[in-house]
């Protein structure tokens, strides 16, 4: 029972366009979202966050939008940057952490 | 300041042989986890200590896996013997204390090939 989910396993963006990651969850109880990004050989590094009680979190180019009532959450990159190209996993906490399976983002020149 | 070590960085075995991981958290960190990550998957946690007590070890397979962080700094984890579904990149991670949405850092990882 996969709690949290990312049906995109893969997305390629025109550098300087914008990357839209998407993440769903089925438990209405989880308290935090997070995004990690990972590159090859390397541990998943902290993005950002949201709190459920807030629907935006900006962060220079990285903004996450949460929409409790469909249960989704999103990650947007503007403008996106070759150096983006990684993948991407959208967590939720509770007592532990549930990450999704993970977006591989390609952003090309 | 230093990241998560983790060593060894690879291990190939044979089934039914022990391994052993090490790790070493950021210094001053609390809080420890284990994680395992199969292909395709994203990680999962195995155990979460908070200086030496294994406060959530629910999805630790402790018929063959077994943890330790003795005097709250570095952990070892085992498993014995290894099994084929083993094979998995096995991450520690840590930070200043368990705070729900707070941030982890994670090591490398360890990638286990169990033939």
């Known amino acids: 029972d996969q709690q949290v989910k990312q049906n995109s396993p893969s997305l390629s963006v025109q550098e300087g366009r914008i990357s839209i990651l998407n993440c769903d969850y089925t438990?209405?109880?989880?308290?935090?979202f997070l995004w990690y990004k990972k590159y090859p050989a390397e541990g998943p590094t902290f993005l950002i966050s949201?709190?459920?009680?807030?629907d935006k979190n900006e962060d220079g180019r990285f903004t996450v939008f949460l929409n409790k009532s469909a249960k989704h959450l999103s990650l947007h990159i503007v403008p996106s940057q070759p150096g983006d190209s990684a993948v991407y996993f959208c967590?939720?906490?509770?007592?532990?952490?549930?990450f999704g399976t993970g977006t591989r983002l390609q952003v090309f020149p | 300041e230093a990241g998560v070590v983790q060593s060894p960085r690879y291990k190939i075995i044979e089934k039914k042989q022990p391994v052993a991981f090490w790790c070493n958290p950021i210094?001053?960190?609390?809080?420890l986890y284990w994680y395992r990550q199969n292909l395709g998957q994203g990680p999962e946690l195995l155990i979460r200590?908070?200086?030496?007590?294994?406060?959530?070890d629910s999805q630790l397979p402790k018929d063959r896996f077994s943890a330790e962080r003795l005097k709250g700094v570095d952990s070892t984890l085992k498993i014995q013997p290894a099994e084929l579904g083993d094979s998995a990149v096995y991450l520690c991670?840590?930070?200043?204390?368990?705070?729900?949405?707070?941030?982890?850092?994670f090591g490398p990882g360890t990638r286990l090939t169990v033939t």
């Open positions: 991670a840590s930070s200043l204390d368990f705070i729900q949405g707070g941030e982890q850092y």
């Open positions: 438990n209405s109880m989880f308290d935090y």
């Open positions: 949201i709190s459920s009680i807030k």
């Open positions: 967590a939720a906490s509770g007592v532990r952490l549930i």
């Open positions: 210094s001053g960190h609390n809080t």
């Open positions: 200590y908070e200086n030496e007590e294994a406060v959530d």
